[in-house]
């Protein structure tokens, strides 16, 4: 079944499947068909967004458990709700985590059973490492860790098993080497004969087959005989406390005394015999060995496309799916993936939807049926297309969230505003420069050890062939850095058959940017890229090298591109910060209309199911504050002059740090924005005051330290970080902040008067164009949240039942009807106006699916003086129609009256909408108003806007 709209929930230990059950009433009348919900297996305990899974084979307790969730599903049931999952094959938890497979890892390496299921390179460049797993888990380094006692060895007599204690994490030993190190110790005053039963089962342990052994048979034997001779120790501690207590004795003998340097031998000679070495966290970015979600430690890789592997980790998923309980599918980080294109084919195969249930739609490239609904969290670039190929009905929406965002961005003003920044910031530089040099500083930084693998990889493929042996370890080193910094997308899809022409030419691109001011070097960027588009030599020695490099780099461009652009460069480059959002780019500085509607009639044939989306959990800014701040980009004289008078009026709030003054023009440049962008509707006590203070505090060191120019989250700088929070106090002080509050507090009101127009037209957008709209949490009303964890906060459910029901109260049939809807514009500020929006425009989805679903789309031509300000379009399937209407620079459209709306003869004038021809009668399903055409198909904009800023026409 294809949704007809999805509303996502963030579960987490403070909001469960209880609670989520509580509001479906209000989400079916709201008119959604999908709960669209994050990860709901077991998690690391207290995660706050379920990503960090450690069970993909049962239901989160913090969310419920079991229980709760059947409870959720019987009631999602019961209001005639479906449920669609998003799920993580990319990574797990670990580290820390309690991750039984990884655990399993930990304790008998390369001999674990699930040894190959996590990305791990076994055989790095560094020989300290063969055959082990660095393990960034200690808060200093190793040394001073272990002489402080901060790793202590245990054992654990209920299941026979010996630990290490580090921090408050408990990680395997080996129990091999963990008897050979107890038998070797001292033992002074033992009694002999009790201890026959502990030296039989020590002699067995120590026989077990090295952790380096990675063959079948050792791999059986190390996991059934280490089941058995646990068991039996522990049964053995049971029974005999006197040997529990000798071997408690020895253990606590291999801990070393501190202060003794030399009572830590034993001990660090047990952990170097480990499959695993305990690490300062801070040498994670140059050493670690395994692939990471980004540059996050705790959470590592999975090998995805091994079949054990993929059954594993969707069993649970699967069944869930095949009882009905779960009918759609969302896919998190699917570029991390060796193969996705493989992955959603074998996923699209393994599903068995219950027999009762149709089919989700077909492939619009193949015309296969599709058995489940599926859409995937991939970024798209500007000029990018989701390969066709992909059996996915579209992405979860970050690329219509970032076009139709700037629909409403007035591109005349770009010159202007790249001018005022550059002035303000003293900042010259571009923001191609400024996202090269990201990728780079990640690169060299959290990524390096990825950029190792990678080298050393590509090295032996160069040493295997004579014509490519003279290549150096250090100059492909480069080549990789200087080739993954220009690439122009987050990865390409090369495999067996090499690569398409698409992947050519994004590797063209990248070559190009790497090779352009090179006079060294070249042959080692030209070698790496031929390798990335041809990765099939003739013999299988080096077929296998290439492919292996190949895929490794492709998984890692991903990684640079998050870290280096999108949690660096959009922290850098602040010229309009609405821009700066995951599957934006900040060059793109606004778009025509005709472009959209190229891209939306585009949707319609290609991916008409693909979700539209506004707000997401990823955003690091909520719609309506990207609303806002598209406005701004309409006022560039008045934001130039508004900048002068806020920094002459806060300059003595700043402080000296480091010769410089803090905070930099910069980050005051992007607290502005921000204060615009997100000042709440209400500030009606000091507590509320005091709250908004700390979330921008909260978030301005957050865009600080991402921004790594002043401070960082590796290398934080107190006396910046205190400089700043000291300057946010300062300028919002109803006292201090006097001045500057009384000029700003009415520039922001006026500014949010014209966002809320472009709100309701983004809305009105997502809600009509082709495609599947989905709401974030709480995102029905004026949603004003920042990035995570702003964004995770507990939503007010109970005043948006009370907003709708308010709002489905206006009975549309009566005479009154349009006078009641336009007093909605008359208190914009509660949010009903978009909530009245929503809930209509869903009610007429629900009366016509065919239509939403499967509607042709076409664009409607206006004439008249107002053309440049009105979107327009009709979606028609057989003798159903409707057409939706919104405005657009709204700045501009109103010749900058905050005062008025975009209603009626005095702003619209003479600007006519042509309509199509078959139909002659329409009703506007947002204010009832009815519209009979005369001969011409045609209507005039100032009555079809006559009593609200935006209007949904059903063919009647």
């Keep these: 079944m294809i949704p007809r709209a999805t509303y996502r929930l963030q579960f987490h230990r403070g909001f469960t499947f209880a609670d989520a059950a509580a509001i479906l009433p209000y989400l079916a009348r709201l008119g959604v068909s999908h709960v669209y919900a994050s990860p709901i297996f077991t998690a690391r305990p207290g995660s706050t967004h379920g990503y960090d899974v450690i069970d993909p084979t049962a239901i989160n307790p913090e969310l419920g458990g079991e229980d709760g969730y059947a409870a959720f599903v019987a009631a999602l049931a019961a209001h005639g709700l479906a449920l669609m999952q998003d799920i ?77 204690r580090v921090g408050g994490a408990t990680l395997p030993l080996d129990p091999r080497e963990a008897a050979r190190a107890i038998d070797a110790l001292p033992r002074p005053g033992e009694d002999a004969a009790t201890l026959v039963g502990w030296q039989a089962l020590a002699a067995a342990m120590a026989s077990l087959p090295a952790t380096s052994d990675a063959s079948d048979a050792a791999r059986r034997t190390r996991a059934a005989r280490t089941a058995t001779l646990e068991a039996s120790l522990a049964e053995l501690c049971a029974r005999e406390p006197a040997v529990r207590a000798a071997i408690e004795r020895r253990v606590a003998r291999l801990n070393g005394t501190p202060g003794d340097d030399a009572s830590f031998d034993a001990l660090h000679g047990l952990l170097k015999a480990q499959p695993y070495r305990l690490a300062y966290w801070r040498v994670a970015g140059d050493e670690i060995n395994y692939r990471r979600f980004f540059d996050v430690n705790a959470l590592a890789a999975l ?331 309409g006022m560039p004289a008045e934001w130039r002059l508004a900048l002068r008078r806020w920094r002459r009026l806060n300059a003595h709030h700043k402080r000296h740090v480091d010769d410089h003054m803090a905070p930099s023009a910069s980050d005051e440049y992007l607290l502005y924005q921000t204060l615009l962008g997100a000042w709440p509707l209400a500030l009606p006590d000091a507590p509320a005051r005091d709250a908004w203070r700390e979330r921008v505090q909260r978030f301005m060191l957050k865009a600080a330290r991402e921004a790594k120019l002043h401070t960082s989250w590796i290398h934080p700088h107190a006396g910046y970080e205190d400089a700043l929070t000291r300057f946010i106090d300062a300028i919002l002080d109803p006292a201090s902040g006097a001045a500057f509050l009384e000029d700003f507090v009415p520039a922001q009101a006026r500014l949010a008067r014209f966002g809320f127009c472009n709100g309701l037209a983004q809305t009105l957008l997502k809600l009509a164009a082709p495609g599947v709209p989905d709401f974030y949490q709480g995102s029905e009303l004026w949603d004003l949240r920042l990035v995570d964890p702003d964004n995770r906060g507990p939503v007010d459910f109970g005043a948006r039942e009370a907003a709708l029901a308010d709002v489905q109260s206006i009975d549309l049939d009566t005479p009154g009807a349009p006078a009641r809807v336009r007093a909605l514009c008359d208190t914009l500020d509660d949010g009903r106006a978009k909530l009245h929006v929503i809930a209509r425009a869903l009610a007429m989805r629900a009366r016509k699916p065919d239509l939403f679903a499967g509607g042709g789309y076409a664009p409607l031509r206006a004439t008249g003086a107002r053309t440049a300000h009105v979107v327009a379009f009709t979606r028609t399937l057989g003798d159903e129609a409707l057409i939706a209407i919104v405005p657009r620079l709204v700045v501009r459209l109103l010749d900058g009256h905050a005062d008025r709306l975009p209603l009626g003869e005095d702003v619209w004038g003479d600007t006519t909408l042509a309509l199509p021809g078959a139909w002659r009668r329409w009703r506007n399903a947002l204010t009832g108003v009815s519209l009979t055409l005369d001969a011409a198909p045609q209507a005039l904009l100032a009555d079809v806007l006559a009593d609200f800023p935006v209007a949904l026409l059903e063919a009647a």
């Design 303 to 633: 090998r995805m496309e091994r079949d054990d592997v993929f059954e594993a980790t969707h069993a649970r998923i699967l069944a869930m799916v095949a009882r009905g309980e779960v009918a759609a599918l969302r896919v998190d980080h699917p570029d991390g993936l060796a193969d996705p294109g493989a992955y959603f084919a074998r996923l699209q195969r393994a599903v068995r939807p219950p027999a009762e249930a149709t089919h989700a739609g077909v492939h619009t490239s193949t015309g296969r049926p599709l058995p489940i609904y599926l859409v995937v969290e991939k970024i798209l670039a500007e000029d990018e297309a989701l390969p066709g190929s992909w059996p996915v009905h579209g992405t979860t929406g970050y690329d219509f969230a970032a076009l139709t965002h700037a629909l409403f961005v007035d591109g005349a003003s770009a010159a202007r505003f790249e001018r005022l920044y550059r002035a303000f910031t003293r900042a010259d530089v571009t923001f191609a420069d400024v996202a090269v040099r990201a990728r780079r500083a990640a690169m060299r930084s959290a990524l390096a050890s990825d950029v190792v693998t990678l080298a050393t990889r590509l090295t032996r493929l160069a040493k295997a062939d004579r014509h490519t042996s003279d290549h150096t370890y250090l100059g492909l080193h480069e080549a990789i850095v200087d080739i993954a910094a220009h690439f122009p997308v987050y990865r390409t899809y090369a495999g067996d058959g090499g690569a398409s022409a698409v992947d050519r030419a994004v590797v063209d691109t990248a070559l190009a940017g790497a090779t352009r001011h090179r006079i060294t070097g070249r042959a080692a960027c030209d070698f790496v890229a031929a390798t990335l588009v041809d990765p099939l030599p003739a013999d299988t020695a080096r077929r296998a090298l290439a492919h292996a490099f190949v895929t490794r780099f492709q998984q890692f461009t991903p990684p640079v591109m998050a870290k280096g652009v999108e949690d660096t460069a959009f922290y850098v480059y602040n010229r309009l910060v609405s821009l700066n959002d995951v599957g934006s780019d900040p060059r793109r500085f606004g778009v025509s209309a005709r472009a959209w509607h190229a891209a939306m009639a585009a949707r319609a044939r290609r991916w008409p199911h693909a979700l539209l989306a506004s707000t997401t959990h990823d955003s690091k800014r909520a719609e309506d504050v990207r609303a806002r701040l598209a406005a701004l980009a």
């Design 88 to 164: 993580v094959p990319n990574h797990m938890a670990v580290l820390e985590a309690q991750n039984p497979w990884w655990h399993d890892v930990l304790k008998h390496g390369r001999a674990s059973r699930h040894a190959d299921w996590f990305d791990i390179e076994w055989t790095p460049a560094s020989e300290e490492l063969r055959d082990k797993v660095l393990l960034p888990v200690l808060e200093s380094p190793y040394g001073d860790a272990l002489a402080r006692g901060v790793i202590v060895a245990a054992f654990d007599a209920d299941r026979g098993t010996f630990v290490l």
